[in-house]
């Protein structure tokens, strides 16, 4: 049997001259910009204008383009050769990313020319928001209706508390606090993870649920290597625009650890790979804030890129999927939002999933 693996992920510029045109995907998305579709391009038009040069000095810290694309590859690489050994059924896999190329609809077209006999969509983001993995979900859905791809498909929706996604994050941070040679008691790991607007999470949906839950399952890990009690929060970044955002900021909690004369170590808990909110924000502007606020010392956990466990773990996940006949469903599946969040596409609990 032939099947493809298709891995969503937000897309990046790969080069200054992409800034523009990809902030302008960006913003002409009704998930990102929530106003009426009559308005969307216009405003979609002026903010890019309005972000492009400050986005593009980012950029240019890191070479004048995101590694995001590189950094997917190596994982979609490793993820196809981990799959096609076993020797049993042939595997594609393929990236799809929302706001630059590859996007969406080209690698529809390569699916549909793979011709595969059945199809998982695997988001490479762990935690579920309206803003990501929906958005890349819709737009899939649109696109390989436009051409006719008609394939049996499974979706998988999130994996928060996946375990070897939990153990991948663990194994980082227990390196890097060995590595920081810092007294647990003078330490605070900063859980960071992207920002939402806050009336985005007050209309249901699961995304800060579902970070608290990997941050959660992670302490739980490490107290269980009998690495002693950590003083630890969950945080968030990367907030842009006049409207309130959910928190508390990455920025807050760094200058919180300073006035608590505090050693930090921070988590990209939400990102997969390294991008320009890792790079810049977390290696540089944070860094540098750290040190202006007193932070004793400042450590930062890698992004999962290749590690061993993660890839594992999206074996683990391609495989949950296509043993179930649910069409969207979680991994190791069945609902793991809670029960007053809306936003949630699973739509059964995990004691109802089917085996």
């Known amino acids: 049997m032939k099947i493809a693996i298709v891995l969503f992920n937000l897309g990046a510029p790969d080069s200054l001259e992409a800034v523009g045109p990809f902030l302008r995907n960006l913003f002409s998305d009704p998930a990102i910009l929530r106003v009426p579709r009559i308005l969307r391009p216009l405003l979609a038009g002026w903010i890019s204008r309005r972000r492009t040069p400050e986005a593009q000095n980012i950029y240019a810290k890191i070479g004048g383009g995101s590694p995001l694309l590189s950094e997917t590859q190596r994982q979609a690489e490793a993820l196809a050769s981990r799959l096609n050994d076993r020797g049993d059924d042939s595997y594609g896999v393929f990236i799809a990313m929302r706001y630059w190329h590859p996007l969406i609809p080209e690698t529809v077209t390569k699916v549909e020319e793979f011709a595969p006999d059945r199809i998982v969509l695997v988001p490479l983001y762990p935690q579920y928001s309206s803003t990501t993995t929906a958005s890349s979900m819709r737009a899939w859905q649109q696109a390989a209706k436009e051409i006719g791809l008609s394939r049996p498909t499974n979706t998988v929706c999130c994996y928060p508390e996946q375990a070897e996604w939990v153990e991948c994050q663990t194994q980082l941070l227990a390196s890097t606090i060995a590595e920081s040679g810092e007294n647990l008691g003078g330490l605070r790991i900063l859980f960071s993870a992207h920002g939402l607007p806050k009336r985005i999470v007050d209309a249901g949906d699961p995304y800060p649920d579902h970070v608290e839950r990997t941050a959660k ?19 968030y970044q990367s907030k842009v625009g006049p409207l309130e955002w959910i928190g508390p900021s990455t920025e807050s909690e760094i200058v919180r650890a300073g006035r608590d004369q505090k050693s930090v170590v921070i988590a990209p808990i939400s990102f997969v790979s390294e991008h320009s909110e890792t790079l810049v924000e977390l290696d540089m502007t944070f860094r540098d804030l750290a040190e202006r606020s007193g932070v004793r010392t400042f450590h930062r956990v890698p992004a999962a890129g290749v590690h061993l466990s993660f890839i594992s773990g999206l074996v683990a996940i391609v495989d949950s999927a296509l043993a179930r006949e649910t069409k969207v469903d979680s991994a190791p599946g069945g609902r793991v939002c809670a029960p007053g969040i809306s936003d949630c596409p699973c739509p059964t609990n995990r004691a109802e999933a089917p085996p």
């Open 217 to 235: 399952r992670i302490i739980n890990s490490i107290l269980h290597r009998n690495m002693g009690e950590l003083d630890w929060v969950v945080c």
